[in-house]
Nanobody, 120 residues
Framework: QVQLVESGGGLVQPGSSLRLSCRVS????????IGWAHQAPGKEREGVAC????????LYADSVKGRFTGSRDNAKNTVYLQMNNLKPEDTAIYYC?????????????WGQGTQVIVSA
């Protein structure tokens, strides 16, 4: 069964950093992209980043470009999202999902998400 489990969230002050993890099982991570999306209270879930199969080619929402960086360790079945210079607007539950290509719309979310709260 395909499963994705998010972790690494927390309560931090503006300007701080967090590193989220997305541990996957049930498929070979090397051949798939991983999307990150977040959902703030009262808002729809929206895409944040897509971690490509290669080191290059990842995509980021305009709101997080230059602050968030994705990476992967296929041997450990884990994708990471390094979030720097966090802002209150980043407060949300963060989810990861599996897809076939960055820029596509075939992502499926499986986990419970991990809470990120950025507040002074």
């Amino acid at each position: 069964q395909v499963q994705l489990v998010e972790s690494g969230g927390g309560l931090v002050q503006p300007g701080s950093s967090l590193r989220l993890s997305c541990r996957v099982s049930g498929f070979t991570l090397e051949y798939y992209v991983i999307g990150w999306a977040h959902q703030a209270p009262g808002k729809e879930r929206e895409g944040v980043a897509c971690i490509n199969t290669e080191d290059s080619g990842s995509l980021y929402a305009d709101s997080v470009k230059g602050r968030f960086t994705g990476s992967r360790d296929n041997a450990k079945n884990t994708v990471y999202l390094q979030m720097n210079n966090l802002k209150p607007e980043d407060t949300a539950i963060y989810y990861c999902a599996v897809g076939t290509a960055c820029g596509g719309g075939d992502f499926r979310s499986w986990g419970q998400g991990t809470q990120v709260i950025v507040s002074a």
